[in-house]
């Protein structure tokens, strides 16, 4: 078969992809179009060097971008390198960004690979080596390390999952948060992050080490202040320990307030004071 032939074979086959794709609902922006090594019209594999592609809602808004230098179509399956994709929320828009990914056709599911960035428009940073963007629910799940990253927040561990705008963060093992500018919280997971309505809730094996001492609990509920994100109230429940230099109280139950500089210890409480310049919170 011709040169010429294998040409016009390989742009049927693209123009047939496009047209597959846009009956997704997707829209076609830009396609510059190559050749695979050894392509022909049964083969199993047609590359578009260069794309750009829009999903759109039912009422006719833009759900989503996707760009990209690379995109070579196996069946179902597309895969993709450099990619910019952009999710469109109500409120908070999410742009994600790797150096590698993979596009489901029949469900616009995609996975992203090495180098993956996710950002917020209100300032929301997660970084990993490999995510899942869910085009239906657009949450975002990763089970690989991971470092999320907002206002005076960091949080560390391994597998998470996003709900959409990164309203709600669970991070499901190995958890470490830090407070700026000195506070630390450890647990083994899952930890769950409400960044609307300010509140963590860590779970097993929870420890918080600042200047003062460390706090030990079973399960950990803290409130922060919306802007400053620093610490406004913490629930501690199960086994709780508070240690302040050689002073040691135990209970079921510990509450803090930070604007009173309160603990309040319930369920069989019991107190070890050693020296009275460590009494406190």
């Known amino acids: 078969m011709s040169s010429t032939v294998h040409r016009v074979a390989r742009i049927v086959l693209i123009a047939i992809s496009l047209l597959v794709w846009q009956g997704l609902g997707w829209s076609v922006e830009e396609v510059v179009v190559g050749a695979v090594p050894g392509a022909t019209p049964g083969g199993e594999a047609q590359q578009i060097v260069a794309f750009s592609l829009s999903g759109y809602n039912p009422d006719g808004s833009k759900k989503w971008d996707l760009q990209g230098q690379a995109a070579e179509i196996m069946g179902e399956m597309v895969k993709l390198s450099r990619v910019v994709a952009v999710a469109y929320g109500k409120e908070v828009n999410v742009t994600l960004t790797g150096d590698e990914g993979t596009l489901d056709k029949s469900n616009n599911d995609m996975t992203l690979e090495h180098h993956v960035v996710a950002t917020t428009t ?84 929870v420890i918080v080490t600042d200047e003062r001492g460390q706090i030990f609990a079973d399960r950990m509920d ?24 050689e002073n040691r109280t135990y209970s079921e139950q510990a509450e803090y307030y930070a604007d009173q500089n309160k603990v309040v210890l319930s369920g069989a409480p019991r107190l070890e004071i050693f020296s009275k310049d460590d009494i406190g919170f």
């Open 122 to 205: 209100d300032g929301a940073r997660l970084t990993t080596d490999r995510l899942n963007w869910h085009a239906q629910s657009q949450q975002v799940t990763t089970d690989a390390q991971v470092l999320v990253e907002r206002e005076n927040l960091e949080i560390a561990g391994t597998a998470a999952i996003a709900e959409p705008e990164f309203k709600r963060v669970a991070v499901q093992e190995d958890v470490t948060m830090r407070i700026k500018p000195s506070t630390l919280i450890t647990c083994s997971g899952p930890l769950e992050v409400d960044y609307a309505n300010n509140i963590a809730v860590f779970n097993e094996n």
């Open 222 to 245: 803290v409130w922060f202040e919306p802007k400053s994100s620093a610490i406004k109230k913490v629930l501690a429940m199960g086994h709780v320990v508070i240690v302040r230099g």
